[in-house]
């Protein structure tokens, strides 16, 4: 029996992020198979929280109505998966730009890192990343970074409840940690090489859960649009499109 679907009411779609793709490739497609099934030219689909290209994972696509429930969707703790190279620093903290200083890192222990990770979990302030959507005097904060003008962003506000080592082998430091809406997770790299004495920049991210939406319940870019193919249709009482599950507009 075919999945029954109603874009118009809300579907709630968790993906799982390819490497490479924005946020905005992933609801592209995601529209675009929409509209090929349904014939709807349109309708409201949207993201509960950015991704950035560099990074895999937990992506949560609403459609319709559903779309409502982004912002409390957004509010949900998230959870990440981050590899740290330690010794290095780029502009971006990550790997979008090159790197801009070198330190050592030798003197830095599993010990010394479980000692410092604890001063990085509670109510803490965070200062954005340059290369980041923050808004400036009306305008992105990467706009400026891009074009080598300096700004001032202000710390914000932020928690984090868990922050542990997964793995060890320097100069990779890999950590999960979970954490609320607004935290950047390229300025913990940041912040956590300067506690150690050292410097260190991301160099893979995963987020692996968002609320309730967990990585194992997401699916991939293709099957997301195979099973809206394959669906049967269902559109809202008044819909111009029809009124009963059953209806199959190509």
């Not at 560099?54 to 703790?77: N, S």
């Not at 990440?80 to 502009?91: D, M, S």
């Not at 200083?101 to 479980?114: C, D, G, K, Q, S």
């Amino acid at each position: 029996m075919a999945e029954v679907m109603d874009f118009v009411s809300g579907e709630v779609f968790g993906i799982d992020k390819p490497l490479g793709w924005t946020s905005f490739d992933a609801v592209k497609r995601l529209r675009g198979a929409i509209a090929r099934r349904t014939g709807m030219k349109k309708f409201k689909v949207g993201h509960a929280g950015t991704l950035d290209p560099l990074a895999t994972g937990v992506l949560i696509v609403c459609t319709g109505r559903a779309t409502k429930q982004i912002p409390f969707l957004q509010e949900g703790m998230k959870e990440y998966v981050a590899e740290l190279t330690l010794g290095a620093t780029t502009p971006s903290f990550d790997l979008e730009t090159d790197i801009d200083a070198r330190y050592p890192w030798e003197h830095i222990t599993r010990e010394l890192v479980e000692q410092t990770l604890p001063g990085f979990t509670g109510r803490v302030m965070q200062v954005p990343p340059v290369f980041s959507a923050v808004k400036v005097d009306g305008k992105r904060a990467y706009k400026f970074a891009r074009k080598g003008q300096e700004v001032e962003l202000k710390a914000k506000p932020l928690e984090i409840t868990e922050l542990e080592v997964v793995s060890f082998a320097p100069p990779k430091l890999t950590v999960r940690v979970v954490c609320s809406k607004g935290t950047y997770i390229r300025a913990l790299a940041r912040d956590i090489g300067a506690a150690l004495g050292s410097g260190a920049h991301l160099t893979a991210l995963r987020r692996t859960r968002v609320g309730e939406m967990t990585a194992d319940k997401c699916v991939s870019i293709e099957t997301a649009m195979d099973r809206i193919a394959n669906c049967e249709l269902k559109f809202p009482d008044g819909h111009p499109l029809g009124t009963s599950s059953g209806n199959d507009t190509q």
